[in-house]
């Protein structure tokens, strides 16, 4: 069974800091990493894609890769309270495209 | 405007009926794919399909049947076999070329 596994949160952090989502896959084959937002009662949108180990940064979003640990990450830095929302990471394997398998999410509040 | 549209929004079935959940794609995409999501869980996928006339099961097909006739239509039946068919259902299609997936707005069933 292809696990992902996000840090069970809630994860509250005041304006204007760095809020930090981790998420750890447990095939060595995965090939794809992405991050969600999900507001309340509305659909999944992608905010970050990762393929290759290091650091992919857009705008205040940084995504963060290490496959030997099987380990992916994302860092929200001048967290703004239109940033609460719920935080999924989805792997694909192989090369099913678009076949996500997707953790449990993780709730980000962030209070003024 | 490119997109993915779900049908209706909000739908209410009663104990023993079959009903069909709409997703039209305009974006050209080969794949698409139907996901189920749980109050405070993630996405799991119910089905698949990558070409016209072609699916496979995922993880919960079991109380759902699909068809993929055309390219950019993929309808979810949800049978009386679904036990427990209360969810927030989410249709997705991906690109060939790209491997994220994006979504639709959802349609959310209740049991009534």
């Known amino acids: 069974q292809k696990e992902v596994e996000q840090n069970s949160g809630p994860l509250s952090v005041p304006e204007g800091a760095i809020a930090s989502l981790n998420c750890t896959y447990s095939?060595?084959?995965?090939?794809?990493f992405f991050w969600y937002r999900q507001y309340s009662g509305k659909s999944p949108e992608l905010i970050m894609s990762?393929?290759?180990?290091g650091d992919k940064e857009d705008g205040r979003f940084t995504a963060q890769l290490n496959k030997a640990s099987q380990y992916v990450s994302l860092l929200i830095r001048d967290s703004q309270p239109s940033d609460s929302a719920t935080y999924l990471c989805a792997v694909i394997y192989g090369t099913s495209y678009g076949k996500l398998t997707f953790g449990q999410g993780t709730i980000l509040t962030v209070h003024p | 405007d490119g997109g993915i549209t779900q049908s209706p929004k909000y739908l209410f079935r009663k104990e023993g009926q079959n009903v069909t959940l709409s997703c039209e794609q305009n974006?050209?995409?080969?794949?698409m794919y139907w996901y189920r999501q749980d109050p405070g869980q993630g996405l799991r996928l119910i089905y698949y399909s990558q070409i016209v006339n072609d699916f496979q099961k995922g993880d919960i097909a079991e109380g759902y049947s699909v068809s993929r006739e055309k390219k950019e239509s993929f309808p979810l039946t949800v049978t009386s076999a679904q036990k427990n068919p209360t969810a927030f259902y989410l249709c997705?299609?991906?690109?060939?070329?790209?491997?994220?997936?994006?979504f639709g707005q959802g349609t959310r069933l209740t049991v009534v």
């Open positions: 974006l050209n995409h080969d794949a």
């Open positions: 990762i393929y290759s180990n």
């Open positions: 095939d060595r084959g995965s090939q794809s």
């Open positions: 997705a299609s991906s690109d060939r070329a790209l491997t994220e997936a994006f």
